[in-house]
């Protein structure tokens, strides 16, 4: 779904043999070991990892003393004859597993030591950072987190920076305008106008729309590519190890102009796994392998793609200030025809949190082909990302 522009090939076309699935595992592994490696070279930061393991029971004791009054026994919120205050539109219902299973602890610890201010939030939630131990308050998150009854939502902490390519195993509600340009070469970008949007407990669906805007022959081209619509599902996750692997099926009927280099021409489907690891010291490796198979290859040749994004997250304040996370994405593209070189890039970028809630990000990067670089410019590439499901868009800035 990303760079759908295509650059010269030769004739002849095949399909997937067992040896290029043999090939593509074999540099999925390579990816992986490389991954690692890398991730464990990356320095160490500050973890909200709290020595002890969480005690629900004391948990218990500091929320039927300091929080019951307004957030209510069963965690819905106290009834509104006993409490003063108006509520505001974001009051939580800690029954609700679909809005609390995406806010990772981090999230509510900021929230709790430093009262609703510090994400954007009403001034009526207090701030607890004097009165509660971080310990008292892991203890009380803990507690909190049995509101949920179904365990099977994929926790928030599992959420990953996004990386520019590389698609992560999450599913979001998130909204993410994102621009390609070219730096070298013939002026042109391509901007991706994406939506996505959760489902049940593990699914996410997605719409990708791309806009081109190329100079050819010293004249600007305009029009839309190939949309893209996916459905993704997490197959298993697991907070405890910090793994989350999704799968995802997605079709392209061809909208785009295909003659203006705009589009396939022709309907493709894309499937993918991804798979992400977090690490306890915030380092994590997101992988995504799968492959672009046009209906009718003849047309456009089939493809298979890896792309790796190692990244760390580092935030003052213990992760509860703004967030950077520097990341490198290695990226793999690959024509399914006899004789075709792997496209390399290498994308090194750096993410960062906008708004003080967090729910609008940024992300900027270069992306530079190093292997096969003929007729492959470097590209700028930039996001804007707004987590939609955190608040609306003005809301949380100060
Ligand atoms: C005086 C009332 C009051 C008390 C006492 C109170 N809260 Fe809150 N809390 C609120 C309100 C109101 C909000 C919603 C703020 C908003 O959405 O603007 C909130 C929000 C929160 C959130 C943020 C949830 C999210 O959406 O991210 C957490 C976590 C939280 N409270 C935990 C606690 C804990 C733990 C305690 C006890 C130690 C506590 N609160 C005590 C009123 C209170």
Redesign the pocket.
């Known amino acids: 779904m990303w760079n759908k522009v295509r650059f010269g090939w030769s004739r002849g076309v095949s399909r997937i043999t067992s040896r290029q699935v043999l090939l593509a595992s074999f540099a999925f592994v390579v990816c992986t070991v490389m991954g690692l490696s890398v991730s464990t070279l990356i320095l160490r930061s500050q973890t909200l990892k709290s020595p002890k393991p969480a005690d629900a029971k004391n948990g218990e004791r ?2 039927k003393t ?6 209510g026994e069963l965690g819905k919120g106290a009834p509104q004859t006993s ?1 003063e ?1 108006k ?6 219902d ?1 029954t609700q597993c679909s ?2 299973t995406a ?1 990772p602890n981090a ?3 900021a ?2 030591v430093h009262g ?1 201010p510090s ?4 001034t ?3 701030a ?1 950072g004097e ?2 131990s971080s310990q008292d ?1 892991d203890d ?2 803990a507690y ?1 987190r049995g509101f949920c009854p179904n365990p099977h939502w994929p926790r928030g902490e599992l959420n990953l920076p996004r990386a520019l390519v590389t698609e992560k195993a999450y599913p979001e509600d998130e909204f993410v305008v994102s621009t390609a340009a070219n730096v070298s070469g013939a002026p042109g970008f391509v901007t991706d106008y994406i939506h996505e949007q959760r489902f049940g407990v593990k699914n996410q669906l997605e719409v990708d729309l791309p806009v081109y805007n190329q100079d050819q022959n010293h004249q600007w081209q305009n029009g839309i590519g190939d949309i893209t619509f996916g459905v993704k599902r997490v197959m298993y996750s697991n907070l405890r190890t910090g793994s989350i692997l999704s799968l995802q099926g997605g079709i392209l009927p061809p909208t785009g102009d295909s003659k203006r280099g705009f589009g396939n021409g022709t309907t493709t489907f894309e499937p993918f796994v991804a798979f992400d690891q977090l690490f306890p010291s915030n380092t994590f490796v997101q992988f995504q392998m799968g492959a672009d198979l046009p209906r009718h290859p003849d047309i456009t040749p089939q493809s298979i793609f890896y792309r790796t994004a190692v990244g760390q997250t580092f935030a003052s304040d213990h992760l509860l200030g703004r967030m950077w996370s520097p990341m490198v994405e290695f990226l793999a593209n690959r024509n399914l025809m006899d004789g075709a070189k792997t496209d390399w890039d290498v994308l090194p970028e750096m993410q960062v949190t906008i708004s003080r809630r967090q729910h609008v990000r940024a992300d900027i990067g270069v992306r530079t082909p190093f292997t096969d670089t003929r007729g492959r410019a470097p590209q700028l590439v930039v996001y804007v990302l707004w987590d939609w499901a ?1 608040g609306k868009l003005w809301k949380g800035w100060r």
């Open positions: 500091i929320y300091g929080c019951n009054a307004c957030h409490t205050f509520r505001p539109s974001t009051f939580p800690f809005a609390t806010e999230a509510w610890k929230v709790i609703g994400r954007g939030f009403s009526i939630m207090p607890f009165l509660l308050i009380v998150i909190m955190d």
